[in-house]
């Protein structure tokens, strides 16, 4: 059974930083392409990044240069950087597995995801 438990998530205030982490249980990282995606308040689930199965990287463009990606395979650990928040960032934060490499539109969709953890909420007070 694959399993994946964010943790991380707290209230913070505008400006401040977090580090997010996800722990993968079940399988190894190296089989799977990992992301994070959030969910705010009465919206949608937003992809946030991306580390595919070849170690590429990509980011919601919206999110460039605040938000960092990364991963150990050692600890079996993704984890997610986020600087300079801002309220607009309050959402829970959920990280994602899939086996299968996906097109560029479906790198950032949830449907391209199978596997999901419970999610962890940030919020960010102004």
């Known amino acids: 059974v694959v399993q994946l438990v964010e943790s991380g998530g707290t209230s913070v205030q505008s400006g401040g930083s977090l580090r997010l982490s996800c722990i993968a249980s079940g399988y190894t990282y190296r089989g799977h392409a990992m992301g994070w995606f959030r969910q705010a308040p009465g919206k949608g689930r937003e992809g946030v990044a991306r580390?595919?199965?070849?170690?590429?990287?990509y980011y919601a463009d919206s999110l460039k240069g605040r938000f960092t990606i990364s991963k150990d395979f050692a600890e079996n650990t993704l984890y997610l950087e986020m600087n300079n928040l801002v309220p607009e960032d309050t959402a829970v934060y959920f990280c994602?597995?899939?086996?299968?490499?996906?097109?560029?539109?479906?790198?950032?969709?949830?449907?391209?995801?199978?596997?999901w953890g419970q999610g962890t909420q940030v919020t960010v007070s102004a």
């Open positions: 580390i595919d199965l070849a170690g590429r990287i």
């Open positions: 994602a597995a899939d086996p299968r490499p996906a097109s560029v539109p479906e790198r950032l969709r949830p449907g391209s995801y199978q596997y």
